[in-house]
């Protein structure tokens, strides 16, 4: 990220792939990729108040934010509408701030992002977006959330940075239990969460509800609990409806819950 937000501006070609895309089907599904590689990269846009730059040739996050004009706008919508200035949002699994960044405008300068990701290259991605978007409120965190301290190693898939696992071992990643990770940020108060760690919900999420105190479970919470991963994470479903939450909504890929 050598160059200035701006430097990489789409010309007049790429805005017109950028628009058809976005207006039709050629945004969605297979046709997503073949358009990214027409499209090359990186480009540096601006949606809904916030700037990316966003490479198209490795990410399925950036083509989809980019390409599809309402990706995951039910998601962001249910909360946003839960966030108000001076608020304080958790991303777990951040990527390049599809969540972190419209949510950092919402909660506003008074408010506060912990934006949480074992993927390096994500972090470097977030931060110049959080630099290039004026937002000092987003504090990225080169982290993995899981049910204990250890350090853990990366693995990366070729075809999406943003598609990772990761395992116990020596790569230099600290695994860290989301509570001590509020506890040292000095969250005291939790508005809203959102995770996505590629079916490790239930690791992250079940020593979290055990312990934490009423003042630090978000109101509004998004989980990548589809269909298909409902079998694999059965802790989660338990520990929501023990603290109280209600399943509001469910995309294809995203469960929402709410808790009075």
Known sequence: ????????????????LIGLARRSVFGRGVFRRRMARLIGGPVDVELGGCRYRLRLDNSAPARALLLH??????????????LAPGDCFVDIGCNIGTYSLPMALRVGATGQVLSIDANPAMIEAIAFNAAASSMPQLRPMHLAVGDREAEMALDLSANDMGGVAVAEGAGGIPMRPLLAILHDAGITRLTALKIDIEGHEDQALL???????????????????????????????????????????????????ARD
């Open 69 to 82: 004009a309402r990706y995951n706008i039910r998601e962001l919508a249910f909360l946003a509408d839960g």
């Open 207 to 257: 020593p979290f509800f055990a312990d934490a105190p009423d003042s630090l479970l978000p109101r509004r919470m998004v989980v990548e609990l589809d269909r298909a991963i409902h079998a694999n994470t059965p802790g989660c479903l338990a520990a929501f409806a023990a603290r109280g939450y209600r399943r509001i909504d469910q995309t294809h890929s995203n469960s929402m819950w």
């Open 1 to 16: 990220m050598t160059t200035a937000w701006g430097a990489h501006a789409p010309d007049a070609k790429q805005r017109l």
